[in-house]
T-cell receptor, first 116, second 110 residues
Framework: EPEVTQTPSHQVTQMGQEVILRCVPI?????FYWYRQILGQKVEFLVS????????KSEIFDDQFSVERPDGSNFTLKIRSTKLEDSAMYFC??????????????FGPGTRLTVL | SQQGEEDPQALSIQEGENATMNCSYK?????LQWYRQNSGRGLVHLIL?????REKHSGRLRVTLDTSKKSSSLLITASRAADTASYFC??????????FGGGTRLMVKP
């Protein structure tokens, strides 16, 4: 069964460093997302991406964040200068055309980011 | 309360019993979705119900939606130990984003 994969599973970084979180969405999906979940809190939407551009983003997704689809398979989230409060589990998700806007999204296993 | 709030926050039942989890939301929606998350793992999409639907079934899952009360319920029948997980409702009101609730932690004792 196709699945979304994410690497690394755990990333530890120093405050102020740049990190890139990587995702490989399901191959025939067209919509891509990043969410985060701070420990003990709700899953929060960060950004959605379609047709090589951001289609929607939340207030969390400020200038420190960027997304890219550098090739036909990878989807990345970059945090330019990490802060302690960026420590969270980051989930990538993808969706196909079926189900229309807001249809069921397939989530990856997440990358746990720890900022020291 | 915020969009997509589940109750109870935690639920403990015996194997074979039914589990009911509720979700309330505040704004109008296109659809409401339920997800499961095993500890330390990603979210698994369970079922989607559209705003013009009232009830939907998938295997042992039954979801209802009452848009007049802005609430939904997820019923898991004949629960199994493997159903132990956190369950989240998520609403889609426009565009692509999902707004998640805080989740219900379900424990099914064998």
């Amino acid at each position: 069964e196709p699945e979304v994969t994410q690497t690394p599973s755990h990333q530890v970084t120093q405050m102020g460093q740049e990190v890139i979180l990587r995702c490989v969405p399901i191959s025939n999906h067209l919509y891509f997302y990043w969410y985060r979940q701070i420990l003990g809190q709700k899953v929060e939407f960060l950004v959605s991406f379609y047709n090589n551009e951001i289609s929607e983003k939340s207030e969390i997704f400020d200038d420190q964040f960027s997304v890219e689809r550098p090739d036909g398979s990878n989807f990345t989230l970059k945090i330019r200068s990490t802060k302690l409060e960026d420590s969270a589990m980051y989930f990538c998700a993808s969706r196909g055309e079926m189900g229309g806007a807001g249809g069921g999204q397939f989530f990856g296993p997440g990358t746990r980011l720890t900022v020291l | 309360s915020q969009q997509g709030e589940e109750d109870p926050q935690a639920l403990s039942i015996q194997e074979g019993e039914n589990a009911t989890m509720n979700c309330s939301y505040k704004t109008s929606i296109n659809n409401l979705q339920w997800y499961r998350q095993n500890s330390g793992r990603g979210l698994v999409h369970l079922i989607l119900i559209r705003s013009n639907e009232r009830e939907k079934h998938s295997g042992r899952l039954r979801v209802t939606l009452d848009t007049s009360k802005k609430s939904s319920s997820l019923l898991i029948t004949a629960s199994r130990a493997a159903d132990t997980a956190s369950y989240f409702c998520a609403t889609n009101n426009a565009g692509n984003m999902l707004t998640f609730g805080g989740g219900t932690r379900l424990m099914v004792k064998p």
